[in-house]
């Protein structure tokens, strides 16, 4: 029973695998449906993490103007992302091994989801929980580079909006920084960037 055990595990996980070469591209999903399509993934479960927890993933934070977003397949042509170009931006923070090497003339910042055409049908993805970039806006993003792109730290939560004299997370997910609610918009940067700092030396 035991041999039998040890055998069905590795017949799993190369199900798995298999299932998952198998999946069909997005271009594949729309050839067979002959429709546009529609997907998402549900909200996050579980409390909100920790802002240490965002940071532990971020690379740098970046303050900007929010442009309109340019949407695309990923490189495996199995999901939506979405660049979002930043005007006037400005590297708040950044990890040693990366200062002086972003440049902020051509700087944009990339989350999952978006809308694309192909042979005249659309695909379009909203992920429950994801944070909302509103073109116009002005923002500070904690973002983690991954290859050539800088994505949304911790994937929902590393988006802030400046609305007033506030930092506000535009994650849809409740309970996220409750002690930056209410704090001018300075303080709270500040201690942003002073975190990040301590939570990044602390990991070294």
Do not use: W
């Amino acid at each position: 029973m035991k041999l039998l055990q040890g055998l069905a595990m590795p017949c799993v996980a190369g199900s798995l695998a298999l299932a998952a070469a198998q999946a069909p591209t997005i271009p594949e999903s729309l050839a067979r449906a002959g429709t546009s399509l529609q997907s998402g993934a549900s909200m996050p479960s579980g409390a909100a993490p920790a802002v240490d927890r965002v940071l532990e993933q971020t690379d740098v934070i970046v303050r900007g103007t929010v442009g309109q977003p340019r949407s695309y397949l990923s490189d495996d042509l199995t999901e939506v992302l979405s660049d979002y170009p930043l005007s006037d931006a400005e590297v708040l923070y950044a990890r040693s091994e990366l200062r002086g090497t972003i440049d902020t003339a051509s700087f944009a910042a990339t989350i999952h989801g978006g809308v694309v055409e192909i042979n005249h049908l659309t695909f379009s993805t909203a992920h429950a929980g994801l944070p909302r970039l509103n073109p116009g806006s002005r923002a500070v993003l904690c973002l983690q580079k991954d290859g050539a792109r800088f994505m949304i730290a911790l994937r929902f939560f590393g988006a802030f909006e400046i609305t007033g004299d506030e930092l506000v997370p535009t994650t849809t997910k409740t309970g996220f920084a409750p002690e930056m609610r209410g704090v001018p918009m300075a303080q709270a940067l500040a201690a942003l960037v002073t975190r990040a700092g301590a939570v990044h030396r602390r990991l070294e």
